[in-house]
């Protein structure tokens, strides 16, 4: 696969400049309503904001570009020291679990919030959840009953913007006993739509014809030439399979699936973020520098699936887990560390922004999430650390109070599982799978000071080298394992099903 087109589908396109331009940014008055921003001059206003003039252009994932993305292992770690978890800001050790619990970790949260993923906000709204439709359906030859909700967001503060989470919720119809259910960012379609009977087909396709002939009589001739078509084809013996083999694999091994829709909750880039649930909260208005990006915002609405989950009893709320793969590998990783009711999580090739170091200069750059095309993932303060010149000055990645290694401890001590594939077969270079093995490695001494297990390799990232692929470092809480496929979580499926199923004593089932 081409790095072009890799990177406009998958984890980042990475080829804006990051320079600021200088756009017109249109007045807004209170009493319209969502404002027309473009991205850019949404980009420009927080910039404005911020006091920030320019930017440093980010890497191109184009190798052939002059400001191409470094892939020398010599010249990535320019800031090598990364912030200590558990140091506090006072230079006190952190040494018992309560330390933890009480001091460190709220320092390391009102970092995140205030400097890189953002807040959410206090008078964030209710929702309700109805369902909209339900499905009988087979996968992997067991039956399965789909369910497809509403979260209906509360927009009485603003009628001007509806916001409605959609996911599809699929569970064994014939289960004894509360199932485990994994979340995952994806379209909220029916896995495996249930099909008509060959007589319900045969009156569909007939209802269809009749119609035809009624709008264009000439094509009865054309019917009666050709009497075996049939616009609805009858059934086959055999069901069709999901188009998500993941679900394959889960629904096999007893689990539930919940789909939740991102784009449902918050669009995915930047002229979105005055609509979907960040601008009804702020009615239609720009972000302020500390508000919530789309990574936060996918994860509070998947928190709010949670919420519904935890009211079905066909569902074992204490295992529900959360997976995503690439920005939605992010935004997993996200929703895990800050909603400690998620028992586990799947993080799929998630790059910068997930379980990359922003301090590791190799592949994608903290300055290709300060850009126009991916800066709504992030608060507006995380464009500071782009800034080449500005009121403040200049920021670098190096300036940052935390790093992917602590975003990955605020899991601790959950089941944590970091996911890459290969660069041969499209997993790019891009992505840094060495930068983010050592950030798992670094973070693995909370779940040790919790009394769980780390990857079991130490915790010196300094030193840490990614084991060959297809090498299983799954006998803890924290596990890593890099697959020999591309940009996707689907080959290492099966192993974390069999690795929470052990963890929870499932194995067997």
């Given at each position: 696969m081409k790095i072009g087109l890799l990177l406009r589908s998958c984890c980042t396109p990475a080829l804006l400049t990051g320079v600021a331009a200088s756009?017109?940014?249109?007045?807004?008055?209170?009493?319209?309503?969502?404002?027309?921003?473009?991205?850019?001059?949404?980009?420009?206003?927080?910039?404005?904001?911020?006091?920030?003039?320019?930017?440093?252009?980010?890497?191109?994932?184009?190798?052939?570009?002059?400001?191409h993305a470094n892939y020398d292992p010599a010249k990535a770690n320019p800031y090598p020291d990364w912030p200590e978890i558990l140091t506090l800001d006072n230079g006190n050790k952190v040494t018992t679990a309560d330390g933890w619990w009480k001091q460190r970790r709220p320092e390391i949260v009102e970092k995140f919030e205030r400097e890189v993923i953002g807040r959410v906000p206090a008078n964030a709204p209710k929702v309700t959840w109805s369902v909209a439709s339900t499905d009988s359906e087979f996968i992997a030859g067991k039956r399965i009953v789909a369910r497809q909700l509403v979260g209906?967001?509360?927009?009485?503060?603003?009628?001007?913007?509806?916001?409605?989470?959609?996911?599809?919720?699929?569970?064994?119809?014939?289960?004894?006993?509360?199932?485990?259910?994994?979340?995952?960012?994806?379209?909220?379609?029916?896995?495996?739509?249930?099909?008509?009977?060959?007589?319900?087909?045969a009156r569909i396709d007939a209802a269809m014809k009749a119609a035809v002939i009624a709008r264009d009589p000439s094509l009865a001739s054309a019917f009666q030439a050709h009497p075996g078509f049939e616009f609805v084809k009858p059934p086959s013996f055999f069901p069709a399979p999901p188009s998500d083999e993941r679900v394959s694999t889960l629904v096999a091994a007893g689990w539930g699936v919940a789909l939740v829709d991102t784009a449902s909750i918050q669009a995915d880039n930047g002229a979105g973020l005055t609509r979907g649930i960040i601008g009804l909260v702020n009615k239609g208005?720009?972000?302020?520098?500390?508000?919530?990006?789309?990574?936060?915002?996918?994860?509070?609405?998947?928190?709010?699936?949670?919420?519904?989950l935890e009211t079905d009893p066909a569902v074992d709320a204490k295992h529900v887990g959360i997976?995503?793969?690439?920005?939605?590998?992010?935004?997993?990783?996200?929703?895990?560390?800050?909603?400690?009711?998620?028992?586990?999580?799947?993080?799929?090739?998630?790059?910068?922004?997930?379980?990359?170091?922003?301090?590791?200069?190799?592949?994608?750059?903290?300055?290709?999430?300060?850009?126009?095309?991916?800066?709504?993932?992030?608060?507006?303060?995380?464009?500071?650390?782009?800034?080449?010149?500005?009121?403040?000055?200049?920021?670098?990645?190096?300036?940052?109070?935390?790093?992917?290694?602590?975003?990955?401890?605020?899991?601790?001590?959950?089941?944590?599982?970091?996911?890459?594939?290969?660069?041969?077969?499209?997993?790019a270079n891009w992505l840094d799978q060495q930068g983010s093995y050592?950030?798992?490695?670094?973070?693995?001494?909370?779940?040790?000071?919790?009394?769980?297990?780390?990857?079991?390799?130490?915790?010196?990232?300094?030193?840490?080298?990614?084991?060959?692929?297809?090498?299983?470092?799954?006998?803890?809480?924290?596990?890593?394992?890099?697959?020999?496929?591309?940009?996707?979580?689907?080959?290492?499926?099966?192993?974390?099903?069999?690795?929470?199923?052990?963890?929870?004593?499932r194995t067997g089932q």
């Open positions: 756009v017109a940014t249109p007045a807004v008055s209170q009493s319209s309503g969502p404002s027309g921003f473009t991205a850019e001059q949404d980009h420009q206003n927080m910039m404005d904001q911020l006091g920030i003039r320019t930017l440093r252009p980010g890497p191109s994932g184009n190798n052939q570009a002059p400001n209906h967001v509360d927009n009485s503060a603003y009628p001007a913007i509806d916001v409605g989470i959609r996911v599809t919720l699929v569970l064994p119809a014939d289960a004894t006993k509360p199932v485990p259910v994994l979340m995952m960012f994806s379209p909220a379609r029916y896995p495996a739509p249930s099909q008509p009977t060959a007589d319900e087909s208005r720009p972000r302020k520098p500390d508000d919530w990006g789309a990574l936060r915002a996918w994860g509070w609405g998947a928190s709010r699936a949670l919420d519904y997976e995503g793969v690439s920005r939605w590998g992010k935004a997993a990783l996200v929703t895990m560390a800050f909603d400690q009711r998620f028992a586990m999580v799947l993080v799929g090739s998630s790059g910068e922004g997930g379980a990359k170091p922003h301090r590791r200069n190799f592949g994608e750059a903290v300055e290709n999430l300060t850009a126009t095309g991916e800066y709504h993932w992030m608060a507006g303060n995380f464009i500071k650390y782009g800034a080449a010149g500005s009121r403040f000055g200049a920021k670098t990645p190096g300036d940052l109070p935390v790093d992917s290694h602590e975003l990955i401890a605020l899991c601790a001590p959950r089941l944590t599982f970091i996911s890459y594939g290969i660069p041969e077969k499209g997993d050592m950030a798992t490695v670094a973070a693995g001494q909370v779940w040790k000071l919790l009394g769980a297990k780390d990857l079991g390799v130490g915790n010196d990232y300094r030193t840490a080298t990614m084991p060959p692929h297809d090498t299983d470092l799954l006998d803890g809480q924290l596990a890593w394992r890099q697959h020999d496929g591309g940009h996707t979580d689907t080959p290492n499926m099966k192993y974390f099903v069999a690795w929470v199923d052990r963890q929870m004593g």
